[in-house]
């Protein structure tokens, strides 16, 4: 069996450092039938370990009455999380937030307990530990003492920060909340708290935040800039804790425990009041400045988005009328997250999956590495003239060839930074004092470069080029794969090595990209990709040897049957891989390309058919009033096509749009800018494939409305209601091995 713990820098696997990629999904807000799905897509994102609450309200909603059936079966769950070689915290309240109607908690709790709730008082302990005994009953035998994926358990959730009690008080319902956890059985090798914000964590191991904005936030104007982009040694966000300054506001020594994340914002869940967008970049830039800060776990929150599930006495969503300070959506939970609320790929998904396949093969090294912040780094966020950069080594017994990293982060979102040329960073003289390329660092930019980093046979000196992955092969030494981040001083930034990818040798890197210390005769295998092929990178493994993919749609592999897939918007046309497969894939040719690449390219007839497999969509206007519009709106019978799943893309201008079948909401969104990224996309497949009528509802936006908006409509008049068009765009699953 697996052993797990931890020491004051990193979790620790088998006595061996261990930085994981850990990613929330939420079992009762996602469809049964589609969980094992869900876990390979992460699990191809690069996720390690799958982080979900347990939400109290969707399995007891009425008193005595527990349903874990269906969406809610939490032991259907773990078990598919077994069956996909992930590992699990199980964060099991009882208050959990998680934009959850009563933060989770059944209304005849606080009818029962009212303001005793999440205090100490032992009728509300006797409560919470009947519904601890009752998830434990659904998990007892998944726990890893059991050989099962559960190692670890979250006690309650911004205990101290957001409600409940601080100080001594905290600290023991914290302590005693986690004693009821084991006295019933909950036996695991970590127990985690939320540590910001002044969160209470009462010897638990803490575990830290970031978002790079704050849709809780009550203002309706542009916030200040997010402190997650700069380089630190603070681990408190400030937008979800407290400005306290470095290392207070914290109820914990962060000396003695590793810098671990379990809510890196995978995105944003924007409210009514206010709805800023994460894009692809906010999410990479945010995740780099905490890598180089020391952070050695990774955990966004939320990595798969979700719907909420339906309730018996009311709808389960956040909101002011039940005495939250937001306004959500009834039952969108998309989060805007790197697999979304129907299980599509977004830009984040990319970027993150670029730091994953790093980790992987970088991480248990970089665990050991301690973050080194110059001095005249930037403190503030607001600073946007200085370059912002840090450094990660050993430092305990330091050499010229101690390998380390460099992080660079010239990102600050929706602000510009000033661009710096002729940049030259010194490796630090501790560790041989080597020279990097001349760089130019442009505004938005934002790398990892390595020095001292061994490769093949040799040692990599320094390098422009950013680390991806190292591939394992049956019958070629390791290759290792890098992708082009920096850029060279003096070129133009559209450079042709930035824009193509190719296969060659230690002996014959591009010198001015590696600075090997003795190439001549190392014939090791070195990839240079493009940051754009390295975003569409996928590793898969069969027949003993690791695969280079590189497609723009999503790609997973099925554990079970070693069955390989292509899914996406549209139609796969091609991919290209390193080695070649061992097997054209039926309907592909093979075509070997110049740069080392094998090209797979589909036939012509294949991808017409499946550009026109979509059914047809029909759109009536039903209604409009000066407070809104009623659609009503057709799909043709699609059960006779091969398609996977088909989008309802809807393009429009207004305040909310509801989705509504036979008077049931299926799902709902508020608005957040009418540009094309921001069309509704909502998948069909959860309802059928047969014919379907469906009532579209848009509600007028006034010009005046006190929300936040990034990007705001034209009005012609005093508010706007407009149903620009509406689509259907056709999914495909396909099998390439």
């Known amino acids: 069996m697996t052993v797990y713990s931890y020491d004051s820098k990193s979790l620790l696997r088998d006595g061996k450092r261990w930085f994981p990629v850990m990613g929330e999904i939420h079992y009762s807000r996602y469809p049964d039938q589609y969980w094992k799905e869900a876990l390979l897509k992460m699990k191809a994102g690069g996720v390690d370990l799958i982080s979900s609450y347990v939400i109290w309200i969707h399995h007891e909603e009425i008193e005595g009455e527990w349903d874990f059936s269906g969406w809610r079966n939490l032991r259907e769950f773990v078990q598919t999380v077994q069956a996909c070689g992930l590992t699990m915290i199980l964060r099991i309240g009882p208050w959990i937030h998680g934009e959850v109607r009563n933060g989770g908690f059944p209304d005849w709790l606080l009818a029962k307990h009212g303001d005793l709730c999440r205090t100490n008082n032992e009728a509300y302990f006797a409560d919470v530990a009947a519904f601890y005994r009752k998830t434990f009953e659904q998990v007892q035998d998944l726990l890893l003492k059991n050989n099962g994926p559960i190692i ?172 939250s300070l937001n306004d959500m959506s009834v039952k969108n939970y998309d989060f805007r997250a790197p697999l979304g609320e129907y299980g599509w790929r977004n830009g984040a998904y990319d970027e993150i999956k670029l730091i994953s396949l790093f980790v992987h093969d970088f991480g248990s090294s970089l665990c050991e590495m301690v973050s080194v912040i110059p001095e005249k780094n930037p403190a503030h966020p607001q600073n946007y003239t200085d370059l912002r950069f840090a450094w990660r080594f050993d430092t305990t017994s330091p ?113 001015r990209l590696y600075q090997f210390d003795s190439p001549q005769e190392d014939t090791s295998t070195v990839i240079t990709l493009s940051r754009q092929d390295a975003l569409h990178a996928h590793v898969a493994h069969a027949d003993g040897t690791d695969y280079l993919l590189i497609t723009p749609h999503t790609f997973y592999s099925d554990s079970a049957d070693d069955i390989w897939w292509l899914a996406d918007f ?61 659609y009503a709106v057709h799909v043709c019978d699609w059960s006779q096509t091969a398609l996977e799943d088909l989008a309802l893309v809807v393009h429009y201008a207004g305040n ?82």
């Open 656 to 737: 909310a749009a509801r989705l509504y079948q036979n008077g049931t909401l299926l799902d709902d969104a508020f608005f957040v800018g009418a540009q094309e990224e921001f069309a509704w996309k909502i998948g069909l497949k959860r309802w059928g494939k047969g014919a379907a009528d469906f009532t579209l509802e848009l509600d007028a936006l006034q010009k005046d409305a006190p929300i936040f908006l990034e990007s705001w409509p034209v009005f012609d008049a005093s508010s706007v209601c407009e149903l620009y068009r509406i689509e259907v765009v056709p999914i495909e699953k396909i099998r390439i091995h």
């Open 152 to 323: 670890g358990v979250q006690i309650e959730n911004e205990y101290g920060h957001c409600g409940g009690l601080t100080g001594q008080a905290g600290e023991a319902h914290m302590k005693r909340l986690t004693a009821l956890a084991k006295d019933i059985g909950f036996d695991v090798p970590l127990y985690t708290a939320t540590g910001w914000g002044g969160a209470v964590t009462a010897g638990l191991l803490p575990v830290m935040g970031g978002y790079c904005e704050a849709p809780w936030d009550p203002r309706v104007t542009e916030i200040e800039p997010s402190g997650n982009y700069v380089f630190t040694y603070e681990r408190n966000d400030h937008a979800i804790g407290s400005d306290f300054g470095l290392g207070k506001g914290v109820t914990f020594d962060i000396q003695s425990v590793p810098y671990l994340t379990a809510e890196l914002g995978g995105g944003l869940q924007v409210s009514c009041k206010r709805r800023p967008v994460s894009r692809p970049r906010d999410i990479g830039a945010m995740s780099l400045a905490k890598m180089g800060s020391g952070c050695n776990l990774l955990g966004y929150y939320m990595y798969h988005g979700g719907t909420n599930p339906e309730g018996r006495l009311s709808t389960l969503e956040e909101s002011k009328g039940t005495g």
């Open 570 to 630: 549209g139609a796969v046309e091609e991919f290209k891989t390193f080695p070649a497969l061992p097997s054209t894939p039926a309907g592909f040719v093979g075509v070997q390309t110049e740069s080392g690449f094998t090209r797979y390219e589909r036939a012509h007839d294949a991808v017409a058919a499946a550009k026109s497999s979509a059914p047809a969509v029909a759109c009536t206007l039903s209604a409009k009033t000066e407070h809104g519009a009623t």
């Open 399 to 511: 050499n010229a060839r101690t390998c380390g990293f460099l992080f660079v982060n010239n990102f600050q979102r929706r602000k510009n930074l000033a661009s710096h040329d002729g940049v030259r960073f010194t490796v630090p003289a501790e560790c041989g004092g080597h020279v990097f390329p001349l760089l130019d660092i442009y505004d938005g930019d934002f790398f990892v470069l390595p020095f001292n980093l061994p490769v093949g046979k040799s040692r990599l000196k320094t390098a422009a080029v950013s680390p991806l992955c190292v591939l394992h092969t049956s019958h070629m030494q390791d290759v290792s794969v890098f992708y082009t981040a920096a850029h060279l001083a003096g070129l133009p930034k559209d450079y042709h090595m930035y824009t193509s990818s190719s296969v060659h040798t230690v002996a014959n890197a591009d010198t």
